[in-house]
């Protein structure tokens, strides 16, 4: 998962990606909103955190859709946007692991429908966990006024408002919101703390606005605040998991239709290495009548997946049989993954997301043909766009068809904004296809560019050393 960093500045991002960035805000002047709409999507795809590239994309969004001189068909998009919906479970399904990857498949929805509220809730929530409070105030303030009443999105709202300082603005939500459930007593206690903090000079709001410190410094109840991260903390290991997991068998004897008890007890036995028990607690899930959460499917086969690795580790390397163990495991694992991408792609078959993963799967499989199809589609969509050229450039090469290999990755490099190891790979890809062609001065022309900035990249150095010793340098 990406590493939690707030939001960024102008400054603080490299002066290539500005540029690209600039170019898109022209682009954006001069009403060329499509390309507008990739180049800050391409810029997002690097630095996620750029919040004014954010703050572009959404006026193109806006703008390319007419919402921003009306709104009155808000409700209706809301409502309605049922083609988005393979999207928006795909951003789910990421949601927990990839947060920066949902915010991406998000911004597809809102590049069509730039209101949907579904999606704008989506990167709010991304944004938190990636510690991008400014995004996601971005998206919550859009919701917020369409459904001032939504209790959880003005919790939501008014929380990242404390995070960076705005206290003002988070009270006046609290407030709003009370007058309107003055008995709920989250809501009060959430006022209360967030009043308290704004007269306390230790663990309160003036940290946070200068980034020193944390959200975890508002709650109240510090013991409640440790027992919080434990029951959340990605890996639980020994007496903390055993110690959870009677807690919440416990629970489940008086609460037997608690999905979240439910979820919990099966991702502590899959932390276990309990693979088979944590399934039949994700099957009760799936099995009650409001088990079809979007990430239930994701969840059951990531833990299939971890059993057939697990399975894997266990193997003695001293057997006789361990090479032709390893390699049916590993068939099996693949057979899998691919079984399960083809049922979602066959389900959500426009969902180019979906199309780039399953193509992956077949070229690594050595299912060349059915790869080149999927990545052929997945290249319409601008997130994925670079590294699906990439791979079909690999395609073509597999195949021996250079001419369609070199052509594709030069394209990818033409693209391809700064000099990111993405552009590296392109680079040397495009060099080896051209040795396989004898163009040895071109392709050595690759290899120096790479040469220049990182030596140390594969066999470069070797590479460019032999041909220079070859020139009697």
Do not use: W
């Amino acid at each position: 998962m990406m590493a939690v960093m707030p939001d960024k500045q102008l400054t603080e991002i490299s002066r290539a990606l500005r540029d690209f960035y600039e170019k898109g805000n022209q682009a954006l002047l001069r009403g060329n909103l499509d390309y507008a709409l990739t180049i800050f999507a391409q810029v997002l795809q690097s630095e996620p955190g750029f919040l004014a590239c954010r703050q572009g994309l959404r006026a193109a969004q806006m703008k390319k859709s007419g919402a921003a001189a009306s709104n009155t068909g808000f409700f209706r998009k809301v409502l309605g946007g049922t083609s988005a919906q393979p999207q928006i479970m795909k951003a789910q399904l990421a949601l927990r692991k990839e947060p920066a990857e949902a915010m991406q498949i998000a911004e597809e929805v809102l590049n069509k429908d730039p209101l949907n509220n579904q999606a704008h809730k989506l990167i709010a929530e991304a944004a938190l966990a990636l510690d991008f409070p400014y995004a996601a105030i971005l998206s919550l303030e859009l919701v917020h006024k369409n459904s001032p009443d939504d209790r959880n999105v003005g919790m939501q709202l008014a929380t990242a408002h404390a995070q960076v300082g705005q206290t003002d603005r988070a009270e006046a939500i609290y407030k709003a919101l009370l007058r309107e459930a003055p008995n709920d007593a989250e809501l009060a206690m959430a006022l209360k703390n967030l009043s308290a903090r704004t007269t306390m000079s230790e663990g309160g709001y003036d940290s946070l606005a200068d980034g020193k410190g944390s959200y975890r410094d508002i709650i109240k109840n510090k013991d409640e605040a440790t027992s919080l991260e434990q029951a959340n903390r990605v890996v639980k290991t020994g007496d903390v998991a055993d110690n959870l997991i009677e807690e919440y068998e416990q629970r489940l004897v008086n609460e037997p239709a608690n999905l979240k008890v439910l979820r919990n007890l099966a991702e502590l036995h899959v932390q276990k290495k309990e693979f088979d028990k944590g399934i039949a607690y994700y099957e009760r899930i799936r099995a009650s009548e409001s088990g079809g959460d979007a990430t239930l499917e994701k969840a059951i086969t990531d833990t299939i997946l971890k059993k057939l690795d697990h399975q894997k580790s266990q193997l003695d390397p001293n057997a006789p049989d361990y090479p032709d163990q390893v390699a049916a495991l590993d068939k099996q694992k693949q057979d899998f993954q691919i079984e399960e991408c083809k049922k979602r792609v066959d389900r959500y078959p426009t969902d180019l997301g979906m199309r780039f993963e399953m193509g992956e799967l077949y070229f690594k499989a050595g299912r060349i043909g059915e790869a080149i199809a999927e990545f052929q589609k997945s290249q319409s969509n601008p997130a994925k766009r670079i590294s699906s050229m990439s791979f079909l450039g690999q395609c073509f090469a597999r195949r021996n068809m250079n001419d369609l290999a070199a052509r594709k990755l030069q394209d990818a490099i033409k693209e391809k904004v700064g000099f990111d190891d993405e552009k590296k790979d392109l680079i040397y890809a495009l060099g080896c296809v051209l040795e396989k062609m004898n163009k040895a001065e071109e392709a050595m022309d690759q290899f120096k560019l790479i040469y220049e900035v990182d030596i140390a990249y594969k066999d470069v150095e070797a590479k460019v050393n032999a041909y220079y010793a070859a020139q009697g340098g």
